[in-house]
């Protein structure tokens, strides 16, 4: 049986090439008539490295988040050898200088982020350096993303608006993609380590729970602004000790015997190293010690929880929800300012929620019969419960008040029958879910869903919220959209959702108190014999089905004084005691 040969002729080879040729020239000249140039593929610029060579001389700037996070980030920084300084707040003159130097199609934190950065490098301008030193001495950490919303442009917007406004060359280091933090060539500028990841972590959780717990003690402080006080105090302290503590080292603080057993095996010295320094910065003495004296401090403010106050949880965008400044219309402060206690967001959920989308990616593709790494889904499974485990000892130590990390597969479940679990964009199905989770479980009055202008997931889930307030009629939610301007119109639209949520609160107070059968006068009077009950780290029990605190704590009151009571009259009808034959 013969073959066909496979070779092709040179006849049919030069014809082919011909062909070609033809082609790509009728290309050009349809091209060249249509008014177009030649088409050049757009590449990213290669920035310049920020190179271990340049920590002793350059500064790290940090910024966007709440003064807490700032403030402990840069002492994580600093505790580890780098000169780093915290953006200031934003406020509506950044805002107005970014959307002058950069792209008006772009979401506002972007706007507020670069123009804070433009303010502070001009600063420096006037303080006598040259525009090239600033840019030689001074690069941008921040967050980088990807995904179908604006997010991931954040990075190309910065450089845009640093070019326009004359800070060209400015680097802008991204921690979430390699390539803006390592060096192309040499060692690396930033350098992830142990002690800089542990101390990162810390970092977070500690501003999320201080974030949470002074808003949940401030609107019933007896004394205005000790609680701001105090906090500064305490959020001082713990950044002291992020900043000076000791270093652990295995070999020199390790147990003896082990680092002689480990002393001439380097990947056992290694791994041990790696195991201690982690322990120590989750178990260490000093630390544990800095939480002891943080609550401490904190403890000793006095509250008054008879307060009645409609509870607000905060939803919506990361950043708008996140952020104390003009970027949300200092919605938090203004909420405050009108008898509202808020319910922050700690930004330890939105990691509960990458972690808990990978895991469920992989369930996907069993169910498509794609196979999965069973390890890799095992290490998500294990990561997921550790940081729910580790959020809520913190918050254990820290005096049990902030409130435990939504259940990311409840947010999931409840979300699913209107959001989809696997859509994509901002904070997925996070933002339905919780306002199902937080109003069907009665855990707030009203929810507050912030966000930027025009974001993209975030409409998306306003699209949806339609169907949930139809599916749950007895929800207050309200989304806010955030810009530069509108600042009257958000708050006067608040403030209308929360006079139903006042409403809503008095009358649940009205109704426990009606139930106790007692007075609001014997509630205060018991409080005033037991100055315990007037610490914020009082453990009050919650009670499913009652929303807020002041009604939390009737409940509780009433329970201590009918418990006294029957004590009172079980001692007064005892029988007399009689000395045994």
Same mark, same amino acid.
């Given at each position: 049986?013969?073959?066909?040969?496979?070779?092709?002729?040179?006849?049919?080879?030069?014809?082919?090439?011909?062909?070609?040729?033809?082609?790509?020239?009728?290309?050009?000249?349809? %091209?060249?008539?249509?008014?177009?140039?030649?088409?050049?593929?757009?590449?990213?610029?290669?920035?310049?490295?920020?190179?271990?060579?340049?920590?002793?001389?350059?500064?790290?700037? !940090?910024?966007?988040?709440?003064?807490?996070?700032?403030?402990?980030?840069?002492?994580?920084?600093?505790?580890?050898?780098?000169?780093?300084?915290?953006?200031?707040? +934003?406020?509506?003159?950044?805002?107005?200088?970014?959307?002058?130097?950069?792209?008006?199609?772009? *979401?506002?934190?972007? =706007?507020?982020?670069?123009?804070?950065?433009?303010?502070?490098?001009? @600063?420096?301008?006037?303080?006598?350096?040259?525009?090239?030193?600033?840019?030689?001495?001074?690069?941008?950490?921040?967050?980088?993303? *990807?995904?179908?919303?604006?997010?991931?442009?954040?990075?190309?917007?910065?450089?845009?608006?640093?070019?326009?406004?004359?800070?060209?060359?400015?680097?802008? $280091?991204?921690?979430?993609?390699?390539?803006? !933090?390592?060096?192309?060539?040499?060692?690396?500028?930033?350098?992830?380590?142990?002690?800089? @990841?542990?101390?990162?972590?810390?970092?977070?959780?500690?501003?999320?729970?201080?974030?949470?717990? !002074?808003?949940?003690?401030?609107?019933?402080?007896?004394?205005?602004?000790?609680?701001?006080?105090?906090?500064?105090?305490?959020?001082?302290?713990? *950044?002291?000790?992020?900043?000076?503590?000791?270093?652990?080292?295995?070999?020199?603080?390790?147990?003896?015997?082990?680092?002689?057993?480990?002393?001439?095996?380097?990947?056992? %010295?290694?791994?041990?190293?790696?195991?201690?320094?982690?322990?120590?910065?989750?178990?260490?003495?000093?630390?544990?010690?800095?939480?002891?004296?943080?609550?401490?401090?904190?403890?000793?403010?006095?509250?008054? %929880?008879?307060? /009645?106050? +409609?509870?607000?949880?905060?939803?919506?965008?990361?950043?708008?929800?996140?952020?104390?400044?003009?970027?949300?219309?200092?919605?938090?402060?203004?909420?405050?300012?009108?008898?509202?206690?808020?319910? /922050?967001?700690?930004?330890?959920?939105?990691?509960?929620?990458? /972690? =808990?989308?990978?895991?469920?990616?992989?369930?996907?593709?069993?169910?498509?019969?794609?196979?999965?790494?069973?390890?890799?889904?095992?290490?998500?499974?294990?990561?997921?419960?550790?940081?729910?485990?580790?959020?809520?000892?913190?918050?254990?130590?820290?005096?049990?008040?902030? =409130?435990?990390?939504?259940?990311?597969?409840? $947010?999931?479940?409840?979300?699913?029958?209107?959001?989809?679990?696997?859509?994509?964009?901002?904070?997925?199905?996070?933002?339905?879910?919780?306002?199902?989770?937080?109003?069907?479980?009665?855990?707030?009055?009203?929810?507050?869903?912030?966000?930027?202008?025009?974001?993209?997931?975030?409409?998306?889930?306003?699209?949806v919220q339609s169907a949930v307030t139809s599916r749950f009629p007895e929800m207050i939610f309200l989304p806010i959209e955030t810009s530069g301007e509108g600042e009257v119109n958000a708050h006067s639209r608040v403030q209308m959702a929360l006079g139903e949520a006042k409403s809503r609160a008095r009358a649940e107070f009205e109704g426990v108190l009606k139930a106790t059968g007692k007075r609001l006068e014997d509630i205060e009077e018991y409080v005033s014999r037991h100055p315990e009950l007037r610490r914020p780290f009082y453990r009050v029990p919650h009670r499913n089905g009652v929303a807020g605190t002041a009604a939390q704590f009737v409940l509780h009151v009433n329970?201590?004084?009918?418990?006294? %009571?029957?004590?009172?009259?079980?001692?007064?009808?005892?029988?007399?005691?009689?000395?045994?034959?």
């Amino acid at each position: 049986m013969r073959f066909a040969s496979t070779k092709t002729a040179p006849g049919a080879a030069q014809t082919d090439e011909a062909i070609r040729r033809r082609l790509e020239e009728e290309r050009r000249r349809l %091209r060249l008539a249509a008014g177009l140039a030649e088409i050049r593929h757009f590449r990213r610029p290669q920035e310049r490295p920020f190179v271990a060579a340049e920590r002793d001389h350059v500064t790290i700037l !940090i910024g966007g988040l709440t003064w807490k996070h700032d403030s402990l980030f840069r002492a994580v920084f600093q505790g580890n050898g780098y000169r780093c300084e915290t953006l200031p707040n +934003p406020d509506v003159a950044s805002f107005e200088l970014g959307k002058q130097y950069g792209n008006h199609g772009q *979401c506002n934190p972007v =706007h507020f982020t670069v123009g804070s950065l433009i303010q502070f490098l001009r @600063g420096l301008e006037r303080q006598g350096l040259s525009r090239q030193e600033i840019i030689d001495n001074y690069v941008l950490f921040t967050a980088g993303s *990807c995904g179908p919303c604006r997010f991931g442009m954040y990075e190309a917007e910065y450089r845009y608006a640093l070019e326009n406004a004359g800070f060209g060359g400015f680097r802008v $280091l991204l921690f979430q993609q390699t390539k803006g !933090i390592w060096a192309a060539s040499g060692e690396p500028g930033l350098k992830f380590t142990v002690n800089f @990841g542990m101390g990162m972590l810390n970092a977070v959780m500690l501003g999320d729970v201080m974030q949470d717990v !002074i808003y949940q003690i401030r609107p019933f402080e007896v004394k205005p602004g000790e609680a701001n006080k105090v906090f500064e105090e305490a959020t001082n302290g713990l *950044c002291a000790t992020l900043r000076d503590r000791t270093p652990f080292e295995f070999m020199r603080d390790g147990p003896g015997w082990l680092t002689r057993l480990a002393a001439n095996h380097r990947a056992v %010295r290694n791994t041990l190293s790696v195991a201690f320094k982690i322990l120590d910065h989750l178990y260490g003495k000093e630390y544990l010690e800095a939480l002891e004296a943080c609550r401490e401090t904190l403890n000793s403010i006095e509250v008054d %929880r008879t307060r /009645v106050k +409609p509870v607000v949880k905060i939803t919506g965008e990361f950043w708008a929800q996140t952020t104390e400044s003009d970027g949300n219309f200092r919605m938090f402060e203004f909420l405050e300012q009108e008898g509202a206690q808020v319910i /922050v967001e700690p930004i330890s959920t939105w990691v509960a929620y990458m /972690v =808990h989308l990978a895991r469920l990616d992989i369930d996907t593709r069993k169910r498509l019969g794609v196979k999965a790494p069973r390890r890799k889904a095992l290490m998500l499974d294990v990561t997921e419960a550790l940081w729910a485990h580790l959020y809520s000892r913190l918050a254990a130590r820290l005096g049990g008040l902030a =409130h435990r990390l939504a259940p990311q597969e409840e $947010l999931a479940r409840l979300a699913h029958p209107f959001y989809h679990q696997l859509t994509r964009g901002g904070e997925g199905y996070m933002e339905v879910g919780k306002n199902v989770y937080y109003s069907v479980n009665r855990l707030c009055h009203m929810v507050l869903a912030l966000k930027p202008f025009g974001c993209m997931p975030s409409t998306q889930s306003d699209g949806v919220q339609s169907a949930v307030t139809s599916r749950f009629p007895e929800m207050i939610f309200l989304p806010i959209e955030t810009s530069g301007e509108g600042e009257v119109n958000a708050h006067s639209r608040v403030q209308m959702a929360l006079g139903e949520a006042k409403s809503r609160a008095r009358a649940e107070f009205e109704g426990v108190l009606k139930a106790t059968g007692k007075r609001l006068e014997d509630i205060e009077e018991y409080v005033s014999r037991h100055p315990e009950l007037r610490r914020p780290f009082y453990r009050v029990p919650h009670r499913n089905g009652v929303a807020g605190t002041a009604a939390q704590f009737v409940l509780h009151v009433n329970d201590l004084i009918n418990r006294e %009571r029957r004590f009172r009259w079980a001692v007064r009808g005892a029988a007399p005691y009689r000395q045994p034959v």
